[in-house]
């Protein structure tokens, strides 16, 4: 009987111990503490967006030509009206220099046309004056009236001749303009096409022909971005910004959405967007900022400070989330309110200090199973 006994003891220490050997291990999980703060309802840009310029002018000349002065380089600062670029134009400047002699040759004739004219119509009247008295014949007063109006109506020819004259001239210096371009405002030029002494094409209707002077104002940027056609109902002009550019790691820039485009942009193999453009809040901020540069952008919906919250990514299908008690894992189900990529708001089924798991993608997380906390990954 003791034999048995002790034969039974020995198995039941074999027993425990292998038990104890091939238990199941805790799973180790990264977790997080439900504690309040900021949640906001924001939307984000789905594709990157551009750092724009509130001017922004491609210059091309009207007309073809070699060019004969370039009185800019690339980077230049510009100002308002001043000469960038003129093609050759000798044959103009010719017909210009004739215009203005034939305005002077015209305005000559028409003077001497003209005194004659005034002479003529005093004639006149002594003539009318003369027959009153008898002195003439009602004949002759007639065709001295008649020679007064022929040279009034000549004088009035010259002075049309003049007019036509002076047409032609601005005529010509439109001519001139075809071959100039002038900086409408003041900038920075950004790209030259064409060097001096080459030929200058300009584009034609349904040819993108490089322009010869890209001018850019850089005083004045925003940013350009697109936004799922899905969120554009949510978004009007006004609301808070926050802008992130890769050019500036770790820096947030506030800003405004300034207009919502009132069309649906269509990309092929894209999803279909609509661009928006957002102000900078602060434009000090934006100083040194290139155009061109890449920029996300998080509209802010609506947000609630000092609220119950937990990650977003540890919420589960049918607001439910993984809490760690006592070393097992317990689901619990929630409700929601305000939720971002981040943090989403807690109404009801949480409380401050509970541990909920961030950790989902590891194998064996899930309700029921022993866990411990991975101190190396939980922060």
Known sequence: MRRITFISLIILIVGAGLYWLNRPKPIAVVVAEVGTGTVEATLANTRAGTVEACQRTKLSTIVGGRIEYLGVKEGDRVKKGQLLLKLWNDDQQANAALAQAQITLAAHRSSEVCIAAVNAEKEAK??????QRGFVSPSKEDAARTDAEVRRAACQTSQADVAQAEAKLTATRVEQGRVTLYAPFAGTVAKIVGELGEYATPSPPGVPTPPAIDLIDDSCLY?????????????????????????????????????????????????????????FKIPEEA?????????????????RQNVLRVPTAAIQEGSQVLLLI????????????????????????????????????????KAGAKAVIDDKATK
Do not use: C, H
């Open 126 to 131: 002594r003539q009318g004056e003369l027959r």
């Open 223 to 279: 940013v350009k971005a697109p936004m799922d056609e899905v969120d554009a109902p949510k978004i009007a002009a006004g609301q808070p910004v926050r802008i992130n550019l890769d050019a500036l790691p770790g820096k947030q820039l506030a800003g405004n959405v300034r207009r919502v485009a009132p069309y649906v942009t269509a990309v092929e193999k894209q999803a279909r967007t609509v661009d928006i453009e957002v102000d």
């Open 287 to 303: 100083r040194g900022l290139l155009v061109g540069y890449s920029a996300d952008v998080e509209i802010i919906l609506d947000g």
């Open 326 to 365: 006592d070393g097992q894992l317990s689901t619990r189900t929630i409700k929601t309110g305000l939720s971002n990529w981040e943090y989403s708001e807690v109404s009801e089924g949480l409380q401050a200090g509970d541990r909920i798991v961030t950790s989902l993608e590891r194998v064996g997380v």
